[in-house]
Structures are given as structure tokens and as C-alpha cells.
């Protein structure tokens, strides 16, 4: 699903019609029918059918991807609740090589004969698509597994939990706002099961199961004699969990100006706070525009790491595929070349991790059959890598794909999409605290706000949700309007500190967009609590009218 | 499945409705066959076909709602997914903001399809690409680009005798052309109805002079200047005024039409008074659906005339609450625009930039609608009438309702698309003073 269709959903109360227009949540169903699963042998089956008919066409290789979404949306604002959606999405994805060119065909008729017919289509696609040709694809090598299979690590699967127990968290949620000083509060739980199945001319049969959950609301306090309102949104994140997700302990539970949440989330709690907070921001100070030493909170420095970091290391964007929409990167293949090119100081090291437990992007292996791991992309502030696939991973002198191939449905084309990208934890001890005391001025930023970017990923501008003025190294109250304008290169050779391990927490979103048609992939981007020095803060008030 | 003709499609609804036990029952169908091939380093990178026809079935008992969707026609599916929605109906809470189904209304006849695009090929799609990418070579530059072509119908019944249909095409166009060492890039898009007025030859001839003409820009000053804004520029700051013109958002006091002490902006002179945006599902150069999808009409509505916010965008249910019509938001919009060119807007400019393109959209603050985001593929700097240098790209912060006050000229109004929502409007090129760029960006 697509952002801008769950701003839509999230907006609208979400009529039936409504639901229907967005093709990508799928057909509507009874909520038991999500615990059905699709027998394995059966899948094999059709694969077999698939590989054999593209075979006979021409094909030189093709890959079957075949897909069973499940989405499960509850969706409350106050004290109503306004929808319930269960929704499916079931078919087969075709990819071949035909005379040097890539053809794809999707089909949501499993029967033999839609199956074999669909192949033949993606083969006549390719030799279609072979006329325009300039570099014949080249494939990296990937020896087949067999038949295997992987399932996330969840304690408990979201689907089984009743409905009215989902409900009657929201409505409690809503409850502690509204009590708490809210004046509206919209309210959503987002859960995911894809079960994936995928088969290749290599030789590999695997069998995938994965969860994803995202508890989220938005309050909204408004002062009726200005006319002026502050918003505060949750502090969750988006995670590849089942519903343990939302049983936190005390252990799972960082206390300061707010309670944050390290693998488990209160959600009541947040409402609570967050409703208090939302009031408190109406009234405080208006941040002077500068210089300021940044404190970023791992639920606000994720997606700085997400646009900064994980986009520009797509080595798709870096050649080229993504220059009419996404944009391309900065980090073109010279400066990788040199060795000696300087993304950030020497304490900024950034991994690529495609098996962090409990994150989104989490699989065993990706849609082109490859065993998912771990790589480091930023070494001791050195460029050192990037994120491929099959068809590009001789473009860097890899012997193999990292894993980093996904498509966002059965019906779309699977293509190169960003693992888990995380700023490793610092190797000394040091807490929160321990950074905020080294502050003269400066502002500790918690959330995720509004994000910019341009296309190569020089300039960007962050906001956030909670903003904390740093005075002579102690927090002196809150501020509103901020937001702040780095260069990627500058911004990570300004940090200058790095909370340890033990704060290490992941942020991370179900929407990042990128293709053409769009397609959506979720991922995690994990830190610990981070210091930059000297960042340019701009004041974001206007008057209008 | 095909597209069904409107008796086909009447006939199928019927019978879906025979099957219905519950107090009232709707059922909407649509197909779409859409076809796509996307290019980059002047090659095919990949291309598809998606064809998919949903039926959705929502079956209310008093305020109870259910909802079930399939994919399949025959009598049996049929009648299995009206009960499906019943059973769920039934199983779901009261919702104290469902409004009952609407009786029969009068739609004017949509002017949306058009045949030619409808019976597009493969071939055609390769062709149109071939010729971007013979354009882009001769001039030694590199392509990148997307075209997208659909064709679909939708239809809906419901049990007090309203019946809707429409079949509509389009096709979208768009190509980013860059220096092969990648100092320079243009880009260029292009919407329609109808294909046969798609030249993907002549918009690359556009974006690939954008690309040569961008090398080696310079590094002038963020700040207040006057801006030229390209329509599809414009585009995706005009219609994020569009989607704030929600009346509940505004009566419960948080969007940007909200004022103190509960009131709203409606009627309010908030921008200058040449400023007019209308939507019109009959104008010929943007057609579109002439129903919503809950069995509205969708008719010529003024949105802001002179300056003034004349008309909110209501759910059926927030307009039953506040006793006025239930307009339903718009498909796209037209904004009036002047006689002059592009480029008699740039030899009439003393001092300013020129905007090809605006990326990254984002909201910094609901109160103002103050948006972020930075120039792209093709920034001008322009002294006494021409084009002097390429510049290096700004990023912006910006309330397009603060724009519209600071408006110097309008331009002759074109279609374009908006890359951020896809939606194809009728909009001039605007010139603007005192337009916010808060830094550089060293992005090509």
C-alpha cells in the first residue's frame, strides 16, 4: 500500500467504495479466513507448471513468485469506531529473461492453463522489450536451496487475536487521550501477514511467512481562542512482530521529558503523555532560528537515516533506473572507488541487515531467491558499499547479490528496495544523559516529523514531534516550530557521539515509496540516541489571513 | 473480464441486488486494464499489463455496515458475496456516522473515454519510447521515463434505484533527460484523454534542451525572490489547497481554513483576486467522472472565486450534521488563467527564476499549510527578460494560501500532472514574488 492511499484511508473513515478504488489492499474478507494457509506441495505444483512453460517459450530463466497478502486495518477516532477491514491478495508474479531482456506477467487465475498462458505472455514481453535493448542482462550466479522454508520469530500471530480486544484497546487509547486533555484523537492498528512462496530455474522452492504490526495515533489539541493547533503523534514503531508487540514490561521502557519504548510499546501510556504534550506544545516558546548541537532520539533519527543513508546507497538510484522519479545519488560509484571518501566521522559506522530480529525488512531470503545477511555500507566514516541485486551485482565486483530484491505484490515486478540500514551503536559506554550533559546550546529532538529530500540526497529538512531546548548541559523546556536543514556529508561528519548499545532502538516505516508504478516496501532503521554538532535550525511559523 | 457495456453492467448489478436480504444494499464494480513501460539509460528497464475487475457488495442493517469484495462472476460467487457482506453486517458495531444509501440521481454524460487510447498496443508503447529515446541519443544525453496508459469502466446500483456508469482512458507521459557525465537534466510530463495527442517525441525535445541548458549552474543566494512556476510546478502546490477543503477538518478547528472561536475561512478573501479554481467533469480538455463513488453527482463547482473560499468539501455525513449540500470532493481542478506564454511571462520578468519542476512535497505545518520541497531538473536564473544562467537547485518552505497573495502574473493555462498524486489539472504558469528558498542543494 501506497502512503499517500493510508493518508487517504486514515482521513476518510474509509467508505467500502473507498477501500475498492485502492487496488493494493486486495478483496475484503471475514476476518478467519486470514488463518487459512496454502498448502506447499500445491504451490510447488503450479511453480513447476510456470518454469516448464516459460522454459518451452524460450525463456533462459524465470522466477515465480506466488503471493497471499493479508492486511487487517482497525481504524477509531475518539469514541467510534469507524472501520474494520480484512483484506487478500492472492495471485502470481512471472519474471523471465528472453533474448537478453527481462519480461514480466502477473495473473490472479491460478488455474493451469491462466498460469501457463501468463508465462507465455511475460516471454513475449521480454522478446518484445529485447527490441529497444542496449546491455543484455547479466545475472550474478545463485546456487538453488531447494525446497526450504522460513517464518518470522513472533510470540503471537495478530491474526488470532480477537477483534474486540484490538478495539477495545484503541477505544482505550482514545480514552486516555480525551481524559488527558486531547480534543480529537484518531486512533489505527495495521497488521500484515505475507505468505510467499517462490520458485526459479535455479533450483530453489521456498516457503516464507512474515509479520509486520504498526499501532499508531494522532492527537490533536487545539487552543478555540487563537485558533491554533498542535498535533502529537505516537512514538511506536512500525515492526516485523506479532501482537507481543504491544505487551511492554518495565525493562522495555526508557524514562526522560517522555517515556520511550525499546521493542515493546504502551501505546495507552504514550496517549496519555502525548495528550499532555499536545497542550504543553501550544504554549511553548518559539524556537529562535540558528546554529544548534542536534540530540537525536532513535524515533526521529531512523528516517534521517532512511533518506540520508539508506537511498542514496541504492545502487539502482546510483546508475541511473530511478532518475525519472526517486532521483538518482550522490554517492556516485567514484567516490566508492576511492576508498577514501568521507561520508561521516570516524565514529559513524552504517550496516545493511536484512536478518535484524524484529525489524521490517527481516526475511530469510528475498524475491529472487537469495540468502538475506548483513554488510556494512559506511566503515569508520568510509564509503565501502551499496545495495544490490542479481542483475547489478558484477556492476560492483560482487560474486554474489546482497539480497536486497522485493516486490510489494504478487502483481508487481520485483526490483531493488533498501534493507534495514542502522547506525551501529558507540563502542564506549555512554547514555542519553551522557550527551546531553556535553550541550551548551542545543535542542534533544524525539519523533518523526516532516521529511525532505532532493533527488541525490544532499539537502534535507526534518522535523519532528517533541522538541527540548538544551541549556548548559541540562534540558530547560519545551519548543515548537523547529525544524533543521543539513547537507547529508556535513550533517554525519557533525556527529559527535553515540549513545551504546544498550539504547540501540528501531524506527522505521511501511510506506517507503519508489518505482514507477509506485511500490511500497517497509523497513527498520535501528541507532541509539545521537549527537550532532553545529546544525542549522530554521523557525517554521507563518501567519496567514 | 472486458469492459462491460452499460447494459451488461446494469443487468450484472440487478442481479447481485436480487440476492440482497438486508435493509439496504449497494454494489459497485470497476475494471481497468492498464498497461506500463519504464525506461532508463536509454533502454527498456521493464514493462506490464495489470488487468483486474472488482466487485464490492455493502449490505446495512439500521446503522450496521458490511462490505465484501470478489473477483469472480458467476451466479455462485455472486450470491456468496452478498452474503458474505451480510454476515458481516450483521457481526459489525453500530457506525453513528453511517448515512443512508442515496435514492436515484441524474448524472450528465461523462466525455472520458476515448477510443484510440483504449486500443493501444504493446508496439505502440515500445514505438512511443523508441522515438523519446532516438531524441535523447542524437543529443547524446541520457533518458529516463515512464508511460502509463489505462482504460477502464465503473458502474453502481444500490437498492433505492440509483444506478451510475462511466467508462473513461488516459494516458500519462513523463521523461527526465540528464548529461551523460550527469551535470545537467531536464524533464517534461504530459497527461491526456486521448493518446493521439501524446508526442513523446516533442516533450523529450523539451527535457532534453532543459538537460544541456542546466550544466554548470551556479550558486546564487537563498532568499525572497520572484518565481516563475512552470504548471506542473505549480501543480503540486495548488493542490494541496485542493485536499485541505475538507469541512469537518475545518469546522473542528484544524486545517488551514480554521480561525479562532470555532469559525472557518468560508467566504474569506484569503488569496489575490485574480485567483479562481473550479472543477468541471465536462470540460473537454479535462474531462472527468461525472459521479463519486458513493452515487453523487459531480457537478461544475467553484472552490475559490477572486480570492475568496467559496465552497468546503463534505462527507455525507458531516453535511447532514451541518444541514448543507454534501458536495463531494473534486477529481482534478482548473485554474483560470491569463493570454501571455511562458516565455512572455519570462521577458516581461526584471529579475527572477525560472521553476521547471517542484520534488518532494512536504508538509511542515497544517496551521499555515507551510510545505517543503526543492527545485528540480531544470532552475533558471532570469535578468531583464531572458534567461541568463542555469542555478543550482533551492529547497523551498512555502504556503501555497501565502503564495496566492504574493501572485505578479498568470499565464496561459495548460494541462499537466502533478508528480506527486499522478492527478492531471488545467493550470497557467504563475509568476510569484517573494517566494521563500531557505537553502542550496548541490543536486542535479
Redesign the interface.
Known sequence: MKR?DFIQLA???A???????I?SFG????PERALETIDVAQKKQMADVVLNAARSKGATYTDVRIGRYLNQFIITRED???N??N?ESYGMGIRVIANG??????T?KLDKDSIAKAAE?AVA?AK??S?????PVQLIQQKGYGEVSWKAPIEKNSFEVPIKEK?DLLLGVNDAAIKGGA??INSFLFMVNEQKYFASTDGSYIDQDIHRIWPTFFI?K?D??????E?RNALSAPMGMGYEYLSARPQDKIKGPTTLYKGRYDMIEDARLGAAQAGEKLKAKSVEAGKYDLILDPSHLWLTIHESVGHPTELDRV???????A??S?L?LDKWQSKNFNFGSKMVNLFADKQQVGSLGAVGYDDEGVQCGRWDLVKDGILVNYQAIRDQAHIIGLNASQGCCYADSW?S?Q?QRMPNVSLQAGKEKKSIDDLIKNVEKGIYIIGDG??????????F?F?GQLYYEIKDGKIAGMLK?V?Y?A?TKEFWNSCVGIADESDFRLGGSFFDGKG??MQSSAVSHGSSTAHFKGV?V?N?????? | MAILTKDEAQALLKKVLSYSKADEC?V?I?GNDSG?I?????????????S?T?L?V?SAYGKK?G?????EFDDASLEKVVR?AE??AQL??E???FVSFLGPQKYAEAITYIPATAAIT??QR?DA??QS?QVSKDNKQ?A???L?DNRGFSA?MNSKGLFAYNTSTNVNF???V?SAD?TG?GYATRGYNDITKLDTKAATEIATQKSMKSVAAKAIEPGKYTVILEPAAAAVLLERILFDL?ARQAD???S?F??????T?LG?K?MDERVTIYSDPLNPELPSSTWT??GRPQEKTIWIEKGVVKNFTY?RYWAEKKKVKAIPGPDSFIMEGGTKSLQDLIAGTKKGILVTRL????????????L???T?DGTFYIENGKIQYPIK?F?F?E?P??MLNNLEELGKVERTVS?E?NNNYLIPPLKIRDFTF???????
Open positions: 499517500r482521513g476518510m473513515g467508505s467500502a467504495a473507498v477501500l475498492a478504488g487496488p478483496k475484503a474478507i471475514p467510534k469506531v469507524e474494520i477491514v483484506t531482456s527481462w519480461g514480466f506477467a502477473a490472479d505472455l514481453i518484445e522489450n527490441r529497444l535493448l542496449t546491455e478495539v480534543n480529537y490533536t487545539i478555540a481562542t487563537t485558533g491554533k493547533f498535533t546508475l541511473g533506473y530511478e532518475a525519472n522519479f532521483g538518482t550522490f556516485t502483481s515486478v526490483f516532516s521529511f525532505s529530500i532532493d533527488q541525490q540526497r544532499y539537502n529538512q522535523g516550530d525544524a536543514q547537507n514507477q508504478p542549522n530554521i517554521t511559523s507563518r501567519n496567514i489571513g | 449497494e459497485n470497476s506500463n519504464r525506461y532508463a539509460r536509454n533502454a527498456v528497464s521493464t514493462s506490464g499489463n495489470v483486474q472488482t464490492v455493502s455496515l462490505t465484501a469484495t470478489i473477483n458474505r454476515e458481516l459489525a458495531p457506525n453513528p456516522e504493446p508496439k515500445t519510447v523508441a529515446l541520457v529516463a521515463g515512464f502509463e453502481m513523463s521523461v527526465t540528464r550527469g537534466s475538507d473542528e478547528g484544524r488551514s480554521s480561525k479562532a472561536g470555532g469559525q475561512r474569506e484569503l463513488g458513493d462527507s520534488w518532494y512535497i512536504r508538509d511542515v505545518d497544517p496551521q499555515t499549510l507551510l517543503t520541497g526543492l528540480r537547485n529547497r518552505n504556503s494560501i501565502i508528480v498524486s531557505t537553502s542550496l542543494s548541490d543536486a542535479i
